[in-house]
């Protein structure tokens, strides 16, 4: 009896997504770009595909029930012309659900998707079984501690530039090829070079295996736990011949890169994560191999900023950014408005909505996490992408909206990750500069002491005079709890011995 209760109460909790998921199709109403958080996958000149349990609307059409059933991949082609299902070949495998313009729906079976996706020529977005979980996260308020300026300003365009013309000459960087493997160990090499740690994460395209991601991490001084992720896809895609894949996405790789480069010089709070994915050409692959594990190690993830062709300047635009998010990810998309609008006055961000393709963010979304897409522009991004003319100078068009565009993602890492330096503490006289990171504090402190000893007495002094800590810390680093204190502002003071220092700390 004991052993069939847990499949019986199985039985009666199963979530609805789990027991049925099926595509339906609306003449929407809804305009919101922010649809994924409630199921719809697409949505353009008022109508929406949606992934649902049921009927989402009386007026729904029932599309497929349960496409992904029998190890199928449900696949939303949005192509350049029109599409036409009277002049489709044949020998491509798969079923056409739907169409309806330059869209086209298919379910596919994993062993035929390569095939389905080098057959027809458009960009992919894997319609998920599971769509955007609602996230735990809560997002941290900006900091806007000098140093995010400081660091702003190192964001070098040169250096962008000389890695998208690098990433280039891999002359392809399509996942299942050499140059892509190639390209990968030399991406690896620069963030080694900086002194990451560095891994190659392999994963398969439904058995062909791809070039792995690389995951380069900075743990976090105060709050290893947390976790800020920022990353591109380096994998590039054209149907025929050399893909260059200069805008899409060795910029958005060389600004990871360059952001990598940046903050290897400073201490943050929580640990960074600078990823360079795979597989995003046929359909988040390598993201969703990464992300999948975060969720089964129950990672928190702070939030996740995409970096995803940021060069192309449409002639006549001011540089402007228009951010792709589903509505549970609203939260970081206000941050980085906020960090922008700070950090990046002359950066315009607008929302915006991705008609066709997707992009790694999504993989985070879809896992309960938050993925914010600042993208180069909804509409008229860069109409090179994908062919042999993705290059520097016609693709890439616009080093300072590279360089704009990693600016704020840049701001955004560093004020969430809690970025500090020693470089500002430590006086000319000797003595010792004490500073308390973060302040106000929250349940943690983190002591940088520089010059004393590694074995210092801490007395907390609280408003009425009190002595409410009294500890000896040791280690190099030093982290005090204190979470149970009131809210007020303390006393900090320290020894070693030999010299004393004090510091102000407001509790919140
Ligand atoms: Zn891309």
Redesign the pocket.
Do not use: L, P, Q, Y
């Given at each position: 009896m004991r052993r069939i209760l847990p499949i019986i109460l199985l039985g009666i909790f199963t979530p609805a997504w789990l027991l049925c998921q099926n595509i339906y199709l609306t003449q929407g109403t809804d305009g919101s770009n922010a649809a994924a958080f409630t199921g719809v996958v697409w949505n353009q000149g008022g109508q929406q595909l949606w992934v649902a349990p049921e009927a989402p609307h009386t007026d729904a059409m029932l599309l497929a029930t349960d496409p992904w059933s029998d190890n199928h991949e449900v696949v939303l082609f949005s192509l350049a012309q029109s599409f036409d299902p009277g002049k489709l070949n044949p020998d491509v495998p798969g079923q056409l659900l739907w169409n309806y313009g330059q869209t086209a729906l298919f379910r596919v079976s994993h062993e035929n998707f390569v095939t389905l996706r080098e057959k027809i020529h458009g960009v992919v977005k894997r319609v998920p079984r599971q769509t955007a979980q609602t996230p735990k996260t809560v997002i941290p308020a900006v900091d806007t501690n000098q140093l995010v300026y400081e660091i702003v300003d190192l964001v070098d365009t040169a250096k962008i530039m000389a890695t998208i013309r690098r990433l280039e000459a891999f002359k392809t960087r399509k996942a299942m090829t050499d140059s892509a493997y190639a390209a990968s160990e030399w991406i690896g090499q620069q963030f080694e070079d900086m002194g990451y740690q560095i891994e190659y994460q392999n994963f398969n395209i439904y058995g062909s295996p791809s070039s792995p991601n690389v995951i380069a991490t900075k743990t976090g001084t105060a709050y290893p736990d947390k976790y800020v992720v920022i990353g591109g896809?380096y994998d590039s895609y054209t149907y025929f011949g050399n893909a260059p894949g200069a805008d899409?996405?060795a910029s958005g790789t060389a600004g990871v890169i360059e952001a990598a480069r940046i903050l290897a010089d400073y201490p943050t709070e929580c640990s960074i994560i600078f990823c360079a994915f795979s597989g995003?050409?046929y359909g988040l692959f390598g993201s969703e191999a990464f992300v999948a594990r975060c969720k089964q190690q129950e990672m928190n993830i702070l939030g996740y900023f995409n970096l995803?062709?940021i060069g192309y300047r449409h002639p006549g635009d001011d540089i402007h950014t228009d951010m792709i998010y589903p509505l549970s990810a609203k939260p970081l998309a206000d941050y980085y408005k906020e960090i922008a609008a700070i950090f990046v006055p002359e950066l315009g961000v607008f929302d915006g909505f991705l008609t066709g393709g997707d992009?790694d963010h999504t993989s985070f979304n879809n896992h309960g996490y938050m993925g914010i897409f600042p993208f180069e522009d909804d509409q008229n991004y860069s109409p090179y992408i994908h062919s042999a003319q993705d290059v520097t100078g016609l693709s890439v068009n616009s080093a300072e909206m590279a360089g704009m565009l990693t600016q704020a993602s840049l701001a955004g890492v560093s004020s969430m990750g809690g970025v500090f330096t020693y470089a500002s503490a430590g006086e000319a006289d000797g003595s010792t500069s004490l500073r308390l990171i973060p302040n106000p504090a929250t349940d943690k402190v983190r002591i940088v002491a520089p010059g004393m000893k590694s074995d210092i007495h801490v007395q907390v002094v609280a408003p009425d005079g009190r002595t409410v800590i009294a500890t000896r810390l040791q280690g190099a680093d030093k982290v005090l709890s204190v979470a149970h204190l009131s809210r007020g502002i303390y006393i900090v003071r320290l020894t070693d011995g030999t010299v004393a220092a004090e510091s102000k700390m407001m509790k919140w």
């Open positions: 896809h899409d996405n995003e050409e995803d062709m992009s």
